[in-house]
């Protein structure tokens, strides 16, 4: 080739390179050709649940956005408020707007790869026509057939970190890595051989759905992960799952051990339903008792007081609640937040405890007199996880801001702060004596610090793998 004609190709390529991507094209909705209403829990909720809960139910409320229940989804987020669904009019609708790709932000975000149909679109459009109606009748429920998430959602879910900081695990979409608690390098990837899909294949992950909730047992040995409907315990040091528990309505969004090892607690719940709470023998996967009725929504937190006699649980009805163990009966009720409440935890001496909330707020409660002792206030979005750090008073605190913060229970004080996330923050934890401290975020890296200084040590990802740019 010429000289000349290479550098008129060179030019048109280094052009090329430079041009903006273009949007995606609006999508058309399908002629949908239907003479009977469209109902909102048999037609509109489950497009709903496969395109949209991922960020604005539970402990994600992506713009304040709450779709977990249709009053939840007519009211709005902060921003659009009332204008987010316009009965009768869907031309006037963001959310159909955003969900046809004819205003920004689209929803789902093109990074999720995964849009409403045109034949989706089409009963969106069709329900807010008839006026965006509520559920006639109670929610039935139906049989979910779980996938597997599409290969780019990796959030970062759960965390945990073995008590002698040796072990960081981390919940990466339906994966489970391990990396090493001093270096940050990559140790193992957990799978369960035995864990197949609903057509038989063979699923080649830890779970099939989202991993949500991570604890590891006192004696560094076990690991337990909750998805949806199950939770397995897995060896750490084999690397296998040891038992998978199975059973649950919905997703375990909590677990959590007894001091002692002996009892875990797993929660979780259908969104505006039963909040489940249940505790297990970890040994043996035995059910030692379950609070039926406890929650009117689904549990975000649970912490066992230090003496293993009780068992605090938050949800997203608002409320903080205390059980005794193993009777199950109700001992406290704390009332006091504005949102759902997102983690919970217990000072060593068991005399107070530590919420968090979407509300963007901590509080700090007397488990004794029964009330509030004081708000912490500091971080600007839905605070998502609270851990306190081994027999201390101090406790970490992680959020949607990006934000992960160190505070003493006694004076309410921020002690430090850890940097270097560049998105919403699901989860933190840390080591018994507060040396390696991880979090979970959305960009789908697990950041390990020196808890002492606060210095990043690695952004952790299992090999092949990079976060969100």
Known sequence: MRPAALAVLLAALVAGADEPKKDPPPIVPADLKRADPVEYAKDVEPVFADKCFVCHTGSVLQGGYDMGTHAGVLKGGKKRGEKVVVPGKPAESFLFLSCSRQTK????????????????????????????????????????????????????????????????????????????????????????PELKLADGTPAKAAHVSLVESMATSPDGKTLATGSFGEVTLWDIEKGEPRQRIGGFADRVTALAFSADGKDLAACGGAPTEDGEVKVFDPATGKLLFEVKNGHSDTVFGAAFSPDGKLLATCAADKFVKVWEVPSGKQTRSFEGHTQHVLGVGWTPDGKRLAS?????????????????????????????????????????TCSGDASVRL???????????????????????????GEVVATGCEDGLARIYNGKDAKLVKAAAPPGAEGKK
């Open 105 to 192: 932000p689209v929803m789902p975000p093109k990074s999720e790869d995964n849009p409403l149909t045109p034949t989706e679109l089409a009963v969106l459009k069709l329900w807010i026509e008839q006026g965006a109606k509520a559920p006639v009748a109670a929610r039935v429920k139906t049989k979910v057939v779980l996938s597997l998430p599409p290969a780019i959602v990796t959030p970062v879910r759960a965390v945990a970190v073995s008590p002698d900081g040796k072990v960081v695990a981390a919940g990466r979409g339906n994966q489970v890595h391990l990396f090493d608690g001093k270096k940050g390098d990559f140790l193992k990837t957990l799978a369960d």
């Open 356 to 396: 968090a909330s979407a509300d963007n707020g901590v509080k700090l409660w007397d488990y004794e007199k029964g009330e509030k002792v004081r708000d912490i206030a500091g971080h600007q979005k839905q605070v998502t996880g609270l851990a306190f750090v081994g027999k201390t008073d101090q406790f970490l």
């Open 407 to 433: 505070w003493n229970a006694g004076n309410g004080g921020n002690v430090r702060q850890f940097g270097g996330a560049p998105d919403f923050v699901y989860a933190v934890a840390a080591s018994g004596d």
